[in-house]
C-alpha cells in the first residue's frame, strides 16, 4: 500500500513548487529569482531609481519594467514588447569574473530574443537625457513580440478573445 501512494504524482498545485518554473515561455522563471528582484526593487541603488523616474513616464509609449525575473536572471529594466534589456554596470561589473558572467548573459538572452543595452551608473549620472534617447531609440529599433490583434469585419462588432476571422492575417 505505501509503494502505492509514492508512486501517485502530487495534485495540481502540490509538490515542489521552487522547481516549477513560474510565467510563461521565455519569462520562465522560479520563486528565487522572483523573491530576489522584489528585493532588489526595494534597494535603494541610486542610478536607477533615477532613471526608473525617467522610465515610469514612458517615454515614447514604452514600458519599462524594473528589476524584471527572467530565467535565472534579473534585468536592471526591461520593455518587454520589442525584448529589450536595459543594464546599468556599475564599477563592479568590470571585476574579477563578472566580465564573463556578463558575457553568458547577454548570450542566453540573446538566444531569448533579447537586445541587451548597457550603459554605466556614470552615464546615467552625468547624462540622463542622452541615455533615456538612447534607450528609446534601441527599443523603436527592435521588432514587436506580439500577435497584431485580428481585424473585425467592417460589418460587424470586434472578435471576442483568441476569436479570429476567416482571411485574417496573424
Not at 556578463?102 to 540573446?110: G, I, K, T
Amino acid at each position: 500500500m505505501s509503494n502505492e501512494l509514492n508512486s501517485i504524482p502530487p495534485r495540481n498545485g502540490e509538490g515542489d513548487r521552487e522547481a516549477q518554473p513560474r510565467g510563461g515561455g521565455v519569462f520562465a522563471t522560479n520563486r528565487k529569482t522572483i523573491k530576489r528582484a522584489r528585493r532588489e526593487r526595494r534597494s535603494g541603488n541610486l542610478t536607477e531609481v533615477i532613471l526608473w523616474r525617467e522610465m515610469w513616464k514612458r517615454p515614447s509609449g514604452f514600458r519599462f519594467r524594473r528589476q524584471h525575473p527572467i530565467g535565472p536572471y534579473i534585468l536592471d529594466f526591461a520593455c518587454l514588447r520589442p525584448r529589450v534589456a536595459i543594464e546599468i554596470d556599475g564599477m563592479a561589473h568590470d571585476m574579477g569574473d563578472r566580465p564573463q558572467r556578463d558575457r553568458n548573459r547577454e548570450s542566453w538572452l540573446a538566444h531569448k530574443g533579447f537586445a541587451v543595452v548597457r550603459f554605466t551608473a556614470q552615464d546615467v549620472l552625468d547624462n540622463l537625457e542622452s541615455v533615456v534617447r538612447a534607450i528609446v531609440e534601441a527599443c523603436s529599433s527592435q521588432p514587436l513580440h506580439h500577435l497584431p490583434k485580428p481585424v473585425a469585419s467592417a460589418d460587424g462588432p470586434p472578435p471576442h478573445n483568441g476569436e479570429v476571422f476567416e482571411g485574417t492575417k496573424l
